[in-house]
């Protein structure tokens, strides 16, 4: 019976956490990680284990969720086919309550055993050959009336053994292989991204031997980037006319080794001290498994073999579909066929593209923004509390539920939740103690096992959407506090009760402290009009709000694409393959060089906010920042006309939608209040001493054809908020 990666995999370390990643099989059961647990299989085994049935075997398992079923004592045991003396205890388990009641697993863990022989001697004495070992065992079967694992000893390097690339490496290859033994060091390097990868190999190369095999390889040429020239080092036997090192003499940033949304050299120089140049530049740009315009691994892999007498491989990796590259040992006893191994093609990880989902979108005919879906995803990446405000129906809630059913695998990771105008605190959204059956009373929508499904270690790499409909029909800071607080914790933990199960009680307790994972989600969707109540700064300081707003060109081209019938149906899962990548792009680590000149800008706005009564505080800088960096992995293009004279720089055009969605939504007071602050931001949006008051005027449109305007977004709700001032006598960000 081919076991899942997880169910038996250890080091000789057990007794330590994080070192029996999971201890027992679901029998009969489809898992799209590891290998899947086929029912033939299962039933072989059990009918096989029936000779080995013995009832004194009731250690090591939670009786409260589990009874037995069956248990077995095995002394008939073989390892890779060779007998060994010694007893193996299995329990044959029915869960009796939980979400998953009535499933069965084969429970094999340290614990098991008749109360004096437990499994971890077993495993100490026969599995493990020396103090460092790790294995795997990939099969369990009946043969010929033994019990008989079959294992690969993946390394004597324990930290080889924590390396989950690595121990799938393993798995996987061990899945067309047998006998396979992966000594102390063989694994040299691992990574699942080949530009990395390759990066990490020449590094490694060059403190080998500081690249010396290389340099009579070495050919010359010049190139260019962003107008700035270079010295472009080729490998012509190996990478034909590709530029594997690009020396310059002055340092580079990240940002000048970028052209568009590419990045074509790595941000850290490799020293060569042979080279010409002090600062010498990795490629950045690999394929696989060709193409032309790129460095191929096929390339790197005859290069490496020939040159350093290395071996690189490829695998698959199962939970993020992604290849995982390795480099070994050249000597080992792996089945080779011209000095390379032959595995079959395997699926990349598919990078998350925001340009996908927006041509998804229009099939269906549901017309966006470009620009608002950027700023919507980069805010999601930034923080995972976004409010959507704006005009009844003008498609908050549909962005938000369409995107949650385009990234996910199904409908149970995403749930919309109409806010009702009765919530007065956190009961229908959390649940309560009911003191009458003493037990815990769960909301009508089940969010804390929403929220629960989500944490779970299956799922960290899947997305999860909690949609909060109408979310300000209600105060939100009655029902909506322990996730503002949990929010900024550090243990990210919602106290729900201090309740202790009963023996013998039929009802499962949520947990005492519902913990707000990392990949979860929660977007608000708000109106505003008389029935609604206002955010509070608490509130707004948390999220990034992102007001919906149409004008005519958005009115004229929905009426000009006729009678369209929606069908968000249409979406659910065509996304999926994006998922891991869009969880694994979230709060990236920040681009420095971008942050330098934000922070910048941000010095220039915080006296006219202080002035209005809404300076910012450390929290607001540190969102902003991230807001930023995320924002800076989409295309986010200038309202100016394009010059070189007058070119209109990005990281503005990232400061205008910050000061919009972090900034200007905690302005609001009367005229003695914000005429005068509004006043100094409108002038800021524009270029120094290009500012005229006359931008301001009700009916005036001349700045929307201004070549010095700075942040066009900012500006337009700055002077909406002003209109809006100036006839009432009081504003706020959601009523302009």
């Keep these: 019976m081919k076991l899942d990666k997880g169910s038996l995999s250890f080091n000789i370390s057990i007794d330590k956490p994080g070192h029996t990643p999971s201890w027992a099989t679901p029998l009969g059961t489809k898992k799209k990680k590891g290998y899947p647990i ?21 250690h090591g398992f939670d009786d409260e ?17 060779k007998k060994v003396n010694g007893q ?10 939980g979400r998953h009641k009535g499933r069965k697993t084969l429970k094999y863990s340290k614990e098991t055993g008749d109360g004096r022989v437990e499994n971890q001697q077993f495993y100490l004495n026969h599995l493990l050959d020396n103090k460092d070992a790790s294995v795997f065992v990939t099969d369990l079967e009946i043969l010929d009336g033994f019990l008989n694992f079959k294992l690969i000893r993946m390394s004597d390097n324990p930290e080889i053994f924590r390396s989950t690339l690595a121990r799938d490496f393993c798995l996987q290859f061990s899945a067309d292989s047998t006998g396979i033994g992966l000594r102390d060091n063989d694994i040299v390097q691992i990574n699942d991204s080949l530009r990395t990868f390759a990066f990490e190999l020449f590094k490694y190369l060059n403190s080998i031997d500081k690249l010396e095999r290389v340099r009579d390889l070495i050919t010359k040429g010049e190139g260019t980037i962003k107008e700035v020239g270079y010295s472009a080092y080729k490998l012509p036997e190996y990478f034909g006319s590709n530029a594997l090192f690009a020396g310059f003499d002055q340092e580079m940033t990240k940002q000048e080794l970028t052209t568009g949304r590419s990045q074509r050299y790595s941000h850290e120089p490799i020293p060569i001290d042979y080279l010409d140049e002090r600062f010498i530049y990795f490629n950045y740009q690999w394929s696989f498994p060709s193409d032309q315009t790129s460095v191929t691994f096929e390339e790197l892999k005859k290069f490496v073999n020939e040159v350093y007498h290395l071996n690189i491989m490829h695998l698959e990796k199962d939970i993020l579909n992604r290849r995982t590259y390795a480099l070994i040992k050249k000597d080992l006893s792996y089945p080779i066929v011209k000095e390379t191994i032959e595995i079959k093609e395997a699926k990349s990880k598919i990078p998350f593209e925001d340009s996908k989902f927006k041509s998804d979108l229009l099939e269906i005919g549901f017309y966006f923004d470009s620009l608002m879906i950027s700023r919507f995803l980069a805010s999601l990446q930034a923080k995972p509390f976004v409010i959507l405000s704006g005009l009844s ?5 549909k962005l938000a539920e369409s995107f949650a059913m385009y990234i996910s695998e199904s409908e149970e990771q995403w749930m919309l939740v109409p806010v009702g105008a009765d919530w007065t605190n956190r009961d229908s959204l959390l649940g309560f103690e009911n003191t009458i059956t003493k037990g815990y009373s769960l909301p009508p929508y089940h969010v804390p096992e929403f929220i629960e499904r989500a944490g779970e270690e299956e799922n960290k790499t899947k997305p999860y959407f909690l949609i909060l409909d109408e979310m300000n029909l209600s105060v939100v800071e009655r029902y909506f506090a322990d996730f503002l607080s949990a929010m900024e914790s550090t243990n990210k933990e919602i106290s729900l009760h201090q309740m202790e199960e009963q023996e013998n009680e039929k009802r499962k307790l949520p947990p005492k402290n519902l913990k707000l994972p990392p990949n979860l989600f929660i977007i608000g969707t708000v109106n505003i009009d008389e029935s609604t109540y206002m955010f509070s700064p608490k509130v707004l300081d948390r999220a990034n709000t992102i007001e919906f707003r149409l004008n005519e060109t958005d009115v004229a081209a929905f009426l000009h694409r006729g009678a369209v019938t929606l069908n968000l149906d249409e979406l659910v899962g065509k996304g999926k393959d994006m998922a891991a990548s869009f969880v694994q792009n979230c709060r990236i680590e920040l681009d420095k060089d971008l942050i330098e000149k934000i922070d910048d800008l941000l010095i220039d706005t915080f006296k006219p906010f202080k002035k209005a009564g809404a300076e910012f505080g450390y929290r607001t800088i540190t969102e902003i920042r991230q807001l930023a960096t ?31 969605q972090k900034l200007l939504p905690k302005l609001h007071g009367s005229v003695g209040k914000l005429k005068l602050p509004l006043t100094t931001l409108a002038e800021l949006c524009f270029d120094e001493g290009k500012w005229d008051d006359k931008f301001l005027n009700t009916e005036n449109e001349e700045w929307k054809l201004s ?5 066009p977004l900012s500006f337009e709700k700055i002077k909406s908020m002003y209109v809006r001032l100036s006839q009432n006598g009081f504003v706020s960000f959601a009523e302009a």
Aim: glycine share 6%; hydrophobic share 40%.
């Design 38 to 58: 086929d029912k033939v299989g299962a039933n072989e085994l059990l009918a096989g284990l029936d000779v080995f049935e013995d009832s004194t075997i009731a």
């Design 65 to 81: 969720f589990h009874e037995i079923i069956k248990s077995y004592r095995v002394d008939q045991v073989k390892i890779n086919g």
């Design 88 to 97: 193996f205890f299995l329990l044959l388990l029915e869960q009796i309550k």
């Design 393 to 397: 129906g003008s498609g908050k809630t």
């Design 630 to 660: 995320q924002l800076n992995q989409f295309d986010i293009e200038s309202k100016k006309e394009s010059s070189e004279a007058d070119k209109f720089e990005k990281e503005e055009a990232i400061f205008d939608i910050a000061i919009l």
């Design 707 to 711: 070549a010095d305007i700075r942040y």
